[in-house]
T-cell receptor, first 114, second 109 residues
Framework: SQTIHQWPATLVQPVGSPLSLECTVEGTSNPNLYWYRQAAGRGLQLLFYSVGIGQISSEVPQNLSASRPQDRQFILSSKKLLLSDSGFYLCAWHHRVEGTGELFFGEGSRLTVL | GQNIDQPTEMTATEGAIVQINCTYQTSGFNGLFWYQQHAGEAPTFLSY??LDGLEEKGRFSSFLSRSKGYSYLLLKELQMKDSASYLCAVLDSNYQLIWGAGTKLIIKP
């Protein structure tokens, strides 16, 4: 069966510090991968998506970046965090050609920037 | 532009029935999803509609009318654990998901 994990689950970082969130998918190959951010009481904002290794599409210009060094690994990074980067970050995947496009989410990472 | 509208918050009583509406305007349509999200957790899949009509799954049903750009999620025999946010999302012509802001459902005893 397929699984998705992301970590860390919770982190508190000072403004200006770097960030690295990691996400891995198991049990499938060639998934489409996504990073979303959800502000408190708000909907999901798509940050990045990837259809293959090294292929990253950015939806929102910001101080965040994403990388996909391996087929089932997706990393969200920042060199210098801003207060506005606080939120709930979700990694997700879906089959590229199979299924209905249903997204499977990781557990989420709650980031607080102070 | 693309837009998905759903009520911000709804309140219902345990044991009752509640209907959460979703209207959408998107560039193309390849299906509509409903997800449930408990506070502090990731969304989990509830239903998928691509053809008009009603899809029933236990206590939950989802309806779609493509001509009206409209869907609803029907929850029957409400339980306290159904207190959550319910997210409507549409798969557009580029197979990208467009998300509504979610409806927070509060269940009272």
């Amino acid at each position: 069966s397929q699984t998705i994990h992301q970590w860390p689950a919770t982190l508190v970082q000072p403004v200006g510090s770097p960030l690295s969130l990691e996400c891995t998918v198991e049990g499938t190959s060639n998934p489409n991968l996504y990073w979303y951010r959800q502000a408190a009481g708000r909907g999901l904002q798509l940050l990045f998506y990837s259809v293959g290794i090294g292929q990253i599409s950015s939806e929102v210009p910001q101080n965040l970046s994403a990388s996909r060094p391996q087929d089932r690994q997706f990393i969200l990074s920042s060199k210098k965090l801003l207060l506005s980067d606080s939120g709930f970050y979700l990694c997700a995947w879906h089959h590229r050609v199979e299924g209905t496009g249903e997204l499977f989410f990781g557990e989420g990472s709650r980031l607080t920037v102070l | 532009g693309q837009n998905i509208d759903q009520p911000t918050e709804m309140t219902a009583t345990e044991g009752a029935i509640v209907q959460i509406n979703c209207t959408y305007q998107t560039s193309g349509f390849n299906g509509l999803f409903w997800y449930q999200q408990h506070a502090g957790e990731a969304p989990t899949f509830l239903s998928y509609n691509v053809l008009d009509g009603l899809e029933e799954k236990g206590r939950f049903s989802s309806f779609l009318s493509r001509s009206k750009g409209y869907s609803y999620l029907l929850l029957k025999e409400l339980q306290m654990k159904d207190s959550a946010s319910y997210l409507c999302a549409v798969l557009d012509s580029n197979y990208q998901l467009i998300w509504g802001a979610g409806t927070k459902l509060i269940i009272k005893p």
